[in-house]
């Protein structure tokens, strides 16, 4: 039903290797807009390498990234951003020493339009501009609840609230592919309730599609359209949960024959 | 929100106009004594560049988060920069003397030029240097100050055989910027306001987009890179901002010293204008809060200043007056006293705001009150 449409991501025999280890191989996924798509695998399958490829945190060794028709390959991280994709850390990584608004703000530097006279000289352009990005940042944190806490560091929040925030400050480059990576990964069944809920409102409100790398099942096989399993940087298996759940390859790769 | 604005905008300028005219008081009241002339203003200038080097250095180190060690480079070419300009202007008879009107302008063309000439140095050091990070930067920028220094001492018309030559070293005081007691104590107006102008655009610098994204790179590179922030842009321009603030700092203490000579910008020199120096005001007034920069370097200033001419360091005896005799050793060791109880500095992140002063003071009390009920509950 999504063929006539072209994909916003495509990758081309995506391929890595650091030294004689073949990280990643032949890695090939389509995702269509809107779409929410799993990549599970056990540990040390490939899975964030696939990520920092995809960010260009990784030069890949083989194959193209393709975003809307453009090739990401070889873009730094910032431009790979400014193209569109933005993504989540599997360790946290905010700025822990600013507020919780500043580290949204910091993420629309690249759409923040007044130059350094601006700043210096405090024209209007300047307090209209910064009255947007606060009011902006402020939508983004009251999706996620955390609007009353804008002022606080954002070391002092909780861990499953650090989560949410590193997911609203990838929202905020304005993006149209999220990254998560291991997003409900340390919390308990309540927070990733949450989580979920949160992740079903942005796909609703933002239209993005969203790619997903985790390890708890049941968030897997609940939010996502399609799966795609690697082992060893290969990839083993994608289709729809319900297949994946019964594919003897993965059941293989997950508990071993 | 446009309202508080403007409210801490008058409220700024108004205490800036009362220490104004608290210091015209002092002037009229003590002028004529040698205390005034010949402590309180010389002081005055040396605390004037040293607040505008130790907050530039903050940008890099506190804001930044990357250790330079070659802003007296920096400084030491801002200081070169205007004198021989000054020196050109004088011989090409753009001004007569210093009571000239054309003169002011010069004294201030001078301190521009001097920023100028210091951030296009700055950018050409940063690019590459900023390629590296953590002690590798710290090591090469260093070394470019080393270079810089060494680079004006062998200029023909700089350096050994220029401006701290004896009858050069006159004729920066006869003709170019160099201030006697008497002209110190008249331009020290241009020295505060400069300093004021400086202070201004740092703030206003790391209170926009450019202040959240270099403390984002502080805080996290690859996040920040991930958030879309060009991370080399940001490091290369804030190392240039700041080295253009140096080149003022120089521009101001070449205006204040009759002599210029590379050995006081040298890494080896015992002085205040040590860049390790400036790294201990900086981390003592606390890394990321430009007030804290001010507040140490006066200090400092101080300390330094009692350090070689105080009566009571010389009553001292024994092993305190030996320690005392060696005032890098005293630095040294506030610095280690500083870190050990106080790690984020005087300040830490704090920005005095006067509008917000009594607010802060009352959040400060009330944790305070705060703490000792919480350890009864537990």
């Not at chain 1, 560091?153 to 990838?170: D, F, M, T, V, W």
């Not at chain 2, 140095?121 to 260093?142: F, H, K, W």
Request: hydrophobic share 50%.
């Amino acid at each position: 039903m999504r063929d006539k449409k072209e994909p916003v991501l495509e990758t081309r025999h995506l391929g890595i290797t650091f030294g004689g280890l073949k990280a990643v191989q032949d890695f090939n996924i389509n995702i269509y807009e809107g779409e929410l798509v799993g990549l599970i695998g056990p540990n040390g399958a490939g899975k964030t390498t696939v990520f920092n490829m995809l960010t260009g945190v990784y030069l890949p060794t083989e194959g193209s990234v393709i975003l809307n028709g453009e090739v990401l390959n070889g873009k730094k991280p910032y431009q790979v951003v400014a193209s569109g994709v933005a993504r989540t850390f599997q360790n946290i990584r905010l700025f822990k020493q600013m507020s919780v608004i500043e580290n949204v703000k910091a993420a629309i530097t690249k759409d923040t339009n007044y130059n350094m006279l601006d700043a210096l000289l405090r024209t209007p352009r300047f307090w209209r501009v910064e009255r947007e990005l606060t009011e902006k940042a402020m939508d983004l944190l009251a999706i996620f609840k955390l609007e009353g806490k804008a002022d606080q560091l954002a070391s002092n929040l909780p861990y499953g609230q650090q989560r949410k925030l590193e997911i609203a400050r990838a929202l905020a480059t304005n993006m149209k592919l999220l990254l998560l990576d291991e997003p409900a990964a340390g919390m308990n069944p309540t927070e990733t309730a949450e989580l979920l809920e949160c992740i079903n409102t942005i796909r609703k409100r933002f239209g993005i599609s969203i790619l997903l790398i985790e390890h708890d099942m049941s968030l897997v096989m609940n939010v996502c359209e399609r799966i795609v399993v690697i082992d060893y940087g290969l990839t083993i298996a994608s289709g729809l949960p319900e297949e994946i759940a019964k594919d003897p390859k993965v059941i293989a790769a997950y508990l071993g024959e | 929100m446009k309202k508080s604005i403007t409210k801490g905008y008058i409220i700024n300028i108004a205490v800036i106009a009362a220490l104004m005219v608290g210091f015209e008081l002092i002037k009229s009241a003590t002028g004529d004594s040698q205390t005034f002339k010949l402590i309180l203003v010389p002081s005055l200038w040396q605390c004037c560049y040293l607040i505008i080097l130790a907050a530039s250095l903050n940008l890099v180190l506190g804001f930044l988060g990357q250790l330079s060690l070659g802003h007296c480079g920096f400084m030491a070419i801002g200081a070169y920069a205007a004198a021989l300009i000054s020196l050109a202007c004088e011989r090409a008879g753009v001004f007569a003397d210093k009571s000239s009107f054309s003169f002011i302008l010069v004294l201030l063309g001078c301190i521009l030029a001097a920023g100028i000439l210091a951030a296009l140095i700055g950018l050409l050091v940063g690019i590459p240097a900023l390629r590296l990070r953590g002690d590798y930067l710290a090591i090469i920028t260093l070394g470019f100050g080393m270079i810089i220094v060494n680079i004006i001492n062998n200029l023909p018309f700089a350096g050994q055989e220029g401006l701290s030559l004896g009858s050069a070293s006159a004729s920066l005081y006869k003709n170019g910027l160099g201030f006697g007691t008497a002209s110190k104590v008249t331009f020290v107006w241009v020295a505060i306001i400069v300093t004021l102008i400086c202070l201004t655009m740092m703030f206003m610098f790391i209170r926009s987009k450019y202040g959240r994204a270099i403390k984002a790179i502080r805080d996290d590179e690859i996040a920040a890179a991930a958030s879309g922030i060009n991370t080399s842009y940001y490091k290369i321009f804030t190392f240039t901002y700041s080295a253009f603030f140096s080149g003022v700092a120089g521009a101001l203490y070449a205006c204040a010293n009759a002599t210029l000579s590379t050995s006081s910008f040298a890494f080896t020199n015992g002085g205040i204008l040590n860049s390790t120096f400036i790294v201990v005001m900086v981390v003592l007034g606390g890394m990321g809060s430009l007030t804290g920069s001010v507040i140490s370097a006066i200090i400092m200033f101080i300390l330094n200043y009692e350090i070689k001419n105080g009566i009571w360091v010389k009553s001292l005896t024994g092993f305190l007056g030996g320690m005392f005799a060696y005032p890098m050793l005293v630095y040294a060791i506030i610095l280690i006293v500083v870190i050990m109880f106080r790690p984020k500095g005087i300040f830490g992140t704090y920005e005095l705001s006067l509008v917000n002063l009594i607010k802060d003071i009352k959040n400060y009390r009330a944790k305070k009150s705060k703490k000792p009920d919480k350890k009864e509950a537990k």
